[in-house]
């Protein structure tokens, strides 16, 4: 407590209950045990739930001390929001707090320190946005290297052109005489009868006078049972008979197209949001350790 009051905190900083304890000094002010209790007490509950003996007692330190440099970190930006005069308005928490109910988040309007938090959270917000993010730019060439470094992001499904057989599954169909048609035409694709011809015989399917071919594909937009099947065939093979709710599919693998990806001009502007959003982090972290270089905090925790 001495060096709380050697430090200039003023009386109203430590008039908590004389039990609780300083677990933090930050410039003048301090971070007290019980505030830092209650803004982890969420997230405890789902350590002990989760958790038990020395792996729990870890997951407490841990969630401790990131909760605490959490609280630092914020004390520190409000502090600075402060000495800059930039304030958040009662009608613009009402905005966030509809905003965070529409996703679906339970607010207690009516409690005067979930209100507060909150207010708090959006000055923090307003400060980095003009201290961190006010000041970054995204060029072309960075968005060109990032998506030729993470091409695997922007992998389109793979494409496959297949031919089907289909044994259709009608109004007055017995599903074991579908079943056992279709059994029949497959054995005789085994025995090395043509594809083609067997599809334009036996095929319900409007690509039976096609010889069956249904042309390219793309996996993902296609039954997922025969999605399945086909995946785990080579180019050439025919899968055994599938079930659908329109009956049965023998499907040909004719070739599997090379991977694919979204061109660069269609996904522009998503990667300029995904390298806008990693240049912030990374100023963020940048900037937040220069403050607390030049601030004094002392950890007590």
């Known amino acids: 407590m001495s060096l709380g009051l050697g430090l200039g905190v003023g009386p109203g900083a430590l008039g908590a209950d004389i039990r609780d304890r300083i677990v933090a000094v930050v410039n003048t002010e301090v971070i007290t045990l019980s505030e830092l209790e209650e803004e982890l007490t969420d997230v405890k509950v789902q350590a002990r739930q989760r ?3 020395a792996e729990l007692d870890r997951r407490l330190r841990q969630i401790d001390y990131m909760g605490l440099n959490r609280m ?3 004390r520190l930006q409000l502090q600075i929001a402060k000495r800059r005069g930039i304030k958040v308005t009662d009608d613009e928490v009402k905005e966030a707090v509809g905003r965070l109910r529409r996703l679906g988040e339970a607010l207690n309007e009516s409690d005067p320190k979930e209100m507060a938090s909150i ?3 959006l000055t923090a917000m307003r400060l980095v946005n003009q201290q961190v993010r006010s000041g970054l730019l995204v060029s072309d060439e960075e968005l060109l290297r990032f998506y030729k470094q ?3 992001r922007f992998v389109l ?3 496959v052109r297949i031919s089907q057989i289909l044994i259709a599954l009608g109004p007055s169909s017995e599903l074991l005489r579908v079943r056992e048609k279709a059994q029949q035409v497959y054995d005789r694709v085994k025995k090395g009868e043509r594809f083609e011809e067997l599809a334009a015989r036996y095929s319900d399917g409007p690509e039976a006078r096609r010889g069956g071919s249904l042309g390219v594909v793309r996996l993902g937009d296609i039954l997922p049972q025969i999605q399945r099947a086909i995946e785990g065939i080579a180019v050439g093979q025919v899968t055994e008979p599938i079930a659908s709710p329109i009956g049965m599919h023998i499907i040909r693998v004719e070739e599997r197209k090379p991977l694919q ?3 660069f001009e269609e996904v522009k502007e998503d990667l300029r949001n995904i390298v806008f959003q990693l240049k912030s982090e990374e100023a963020y972290i940048e900037w937040i350790k220069d403050l607390k270089d030049k601030s004094y905090i002392e950890v007590r925790l």
């Open 51 to 53: 958790f038990s003996g």
């Open 72 to 74: 630092i970190e914020r």
């Open 119 to 121: 207010k708090d959270q």
């Open 150 to 152: 993470h091409q695997e």
């Open 157 to 159: 499904p793979p494409e």
């Open 261 to 263: 990806y979204r061109p």
